[in-house]
């Protein structure tokens, strides 16, 4: 969905490819940072780390199944967004988790991504 603010558009660009295991769906900043709660100790700077991550990490591991956006919050380059996830877990179990995104945006290109939520119950699948 092209939403008419092309902050808001990346970030469920991002959040598509997420339901979609698909990286190329992500209008990801060659320079992005990403903090991962599974990982907050080791950032991730790069497109290529970001997407590696993605790949090995999160998609074959924990899928995103399910985004569900809450509300977009908009201020300068910054979208905070509070969003639920329906993550796929081993064994077919599903696992709804609350998360709260900060991204930011440079000319349509998601260069920051902090999301927050609680990794206990991905913790055994990450």
């Not at 591991?61 to 996830?85: F, N, Q, S, Y």
Request: hydrophobic share 45%; charged share 30%; with cysteine.
């Amino acid at each position: 969905m092209t939403h008419a603010d092309p902050r808001i558009s990346a970030v469920e660009a991002f959040l598509g490819g997420l339901t979609d295991n698909s990286v190329d769906r992500m209008p990801l900043h060659p320079d992005v940072v990403l903090k991962s709660p599974l990982d907050p100790d080791h950032p991730l700077r790069g497109k290529e780390a970001a997407v590696a991550f993605l790949e090995r990490q999160v998609f074959p591991r924990i899928p995103v199944r399910k985004a569900e956006v809450e509300r977009h919050m908009i201020e300068g380059d910054c979208v905070a967004t509070l969003w639920k996830a329906t993550f796929a877990l081993p064994g077919g179990k599903e696992v709804a988790v609350p998360i709260f995104d900060f991204f930011r945006v440079e000319k349509g290109l998601i260069k920051e991504i902090r999301p927050y939520f609680d990794p206990a119950p991905l913790k055994g699948a990450a």
